[in-house]
């Protein structure tokens, strides 16, 4: 639901703010005032074309600013979540910024988006019915849309399941096409597979291996001097006179000297020990030179191990666990090109059988279609004939697509005709801009009760009608509005009298420059306006008396329809 529009720099409109109430809004004043100018602002600001030629003259920049109610969840929510944006206290606030270069901005709660996000956006948020290219019902997707909403459950249920059908249908073509082109190059893919398998099989690589093979190739590349200092170490240990020698005199002496005093018993204890830890030192390190003499064909083997195992690993992964991974994705790639010809041939037959399943439900869904379009041309037709289109004739008219489309294998088109004897026609082709506004708004009353867009936007609805085609067109107008906010420029009195909301916009001079201006008018000013709306004047008594009982059977029909 629109809360508010601000304006600001925009053709007559130096800066303009109005809030809005739920239900019925409705905006009024003297030709050339703004009010469609108004109405352009705010497409603006819902991503319609933005020109510089709306700059106010002397203006750097404009800006439109729209604030709508956010619902907790709904295609709103599921759209501004695909961007990040988060509607923050339920507030969704839409902003436009042109410069007189004709550059512009676009910002969803102060995130800058695509024009063209800010369009989608806007399409779910406003319906507008004005001016005949920006009319929603010229959409090509429109007819079948509102077709399927005047069938209610029924149409809803058909409908959700051909789409499901159709989502399998499509997901098995695919897989389909993928195998058909993975066949192609079967031989191609199976030779490139069986010789990674093969080249990485016959490497039968072993987690952990690499690690060990480095610490024997380290030892290999430092052999000669670890061997030096090992050899050096041992000699001080082995020869006559060394430290062992020493050790061992001195050991003996303490020995002597221990039988006439026991507390030198430990140090000869620990002199044993160290005599001891020293021998195994000089042995092992003896036998460690022995076996130190490495066979070169050994380091040679283990570098080429290493050269081997690194090539597969920059060739298949970063480590020997990605090679190992690797070869079992290999092998089950392997494993489905060799049963292709048989996953195609049941691909095939399920493909068939969806594509039988798929026809049944779009014959199924067209007939449904066709008798919801029958009655609800009906209905249409009833709407338009209390809008001054007694003469009128409306059919949703539905085509054979020819081919599986997502929604069905039917296209819907509105074909009008407003006069007495003249063919129907294409309504683009057919209708004019008053006429399509009214026949929006016939559509509008019959899908009422449809959840759509939260607010509906009608310029100057009532071109060319009056009497009781206006009273008529008001009725429906506040019918919609009790499904759904309406916003509504208009030049009857009789259609003004039914807002929940009367918004006067008139043109003043300000500093020798013309400007626009708003306010919301409270019931003794709404007579005053329904009176000069009327009459032309609002001091006539009798204008007055009129506009004041426009308001109370307007007020009666309001409480009888809740």
Request: glycine share 8%; proline share 1%; net charge negative.
């Amino acid at each position: 639901m629109l809360r508010g529009l601000h304006v600001h720099n925009f053709a007559l409109i130096e800066d303009a703010a109005v809030e809005f109430s739920p239900g019925f809004n409705v905006f009024s004043g003297e030709t050339g005032a703004g009010k469609s100018i108004l109405i352009d602002a705010f497409g603006v600001a819902l991503g319609a074309r933005a020109s510089s030629d709306y700059l106010r003259q002397g203006a750097n920049s404009y800006w439109v600013q729209a604030v709508f109610a956010s619902e907790e969840e709904g295609p709103v929510r599921e759209l501004l979540a695909e961007q990040g944006i988060e509607a923050e206290e339920g507030e969704l606030l839409l902003r436009r910024q042109v410069d007189a270069g004709g550059r512009g901005r676009a910002f969803v709660n102060g995130v800058q988006v695509p024009v063209a996000f800010l369009k989608s956006l806007g399409s779910l948020l406003v319906d507008i019915h004005g001016q005949h290219e920006n009319q929603a019902l010229l959409q090509k997707d429109s007819p079948l849309l509102c077709l399927d909403a005047a069938g209610g459950e029924t149409v809803a249920a058909l409908s959700g399941a051909y789409k499901k059908a159709y989502s399998r249908y499509q997901e098995l073509k695919k897989q389909l096409l993928t195998l058909e082109k993975d066949g192609a190059a079967r031989e191609r893919l199976l030779d490139s597979c069986r010789w990674e398998i093969g080249e990485i099989k016959a490497a039968a690589l072993k987690v952990g291996e690499e690690e060990a093979l480095e610490k024997e190739a380290r030892l290999w590349q430092n052999r000669e001097r670890i061997a030096t200092a090992c050899g050096t170490a041992h000699a001080h240990l082995d020869r006559e006179g060394t430290c062992l020698a020493h050790l061992a005199a001195a050991k003996q002496a303490l020995t002597a000297a221990a039988r006439y005093d026991a507390a030198l018993e430990p140090h000869v204890q620990s002199m044993e020990e160290a005599w001891l830890t020293l021998e195994d030192v000089r042995q092992e390190l003896g036998a460690y030179l022995e076996e130190l003499d490495m066979d070169e064909g050994r380091a040679q083997q283990v570098q080429s191990r290493l050269d081997l195992i690194y090539r597969l690993q920059k060739k298949y992964g970063g480590s020997t666990e990605a090679v190992l991974a690797y070869l079992k994705a290999a092998e089950d790639r392997c494993e489905k090109l060799e049963k292709s010809e048989e996953t195609i041939a049941a691909v095939k037959k399920e493909l068939a059988l969806c594509e039988a399943d798929l026809l049944n439900k779009g014959k199924a869904l067209g007939e449904a279609r066709r008798k919801t379009a029958a009655v609800f041309s009906r209905q249409v037709l009833k709407e338009i004939a209390d809008l001054a289109l007694a003469q009128a004739r409306f059919e949703v008219e539905l085509e054979d697509a020819g081919t599986f489309l997502p929604t069905g294998m039917d296209k819907a088109v509105f074909k009008f005709s407003a006069n007495l004897g003249e063919p129907l026609g294409e309504l683009e082709k057919v209708a004019s801009g008053g006429e399509l506004s009214r026949l929006a708004l016939a559509i509008k009353t019959c899908l009422r009760s449809v959840k759509g867009a939260a607010t509906m936007v009608f310029d100057e609805i009532d071109s060319g009608v009056g009497g009781r085609t206006a009273l008529s067109m008001a009725e429906k107008l506040s019918l919609l509005a009790g499904h759904g906010q309406v916003v509504c420029v208009t030049h009857l009195s009789q259609i003004a009298a039914f807002a929940d909301r009367h918004i006067f916009i008139a043109k003043e001079a300000r500093g020798g420059r013309t400007v626009t201006t708003l306010k919301v008018l409270e019931r003794d000013e709404r007579i005053a306006e329904l009176a000069r709306m009327a009459a032309g004047s609002e001091d006539s008594r009798a204008a007055r008396e009129t506009a004041a009982e426009l308001l109370q059977r307007a007020d009666k029909f309001k409480e009888a329809e809740k």
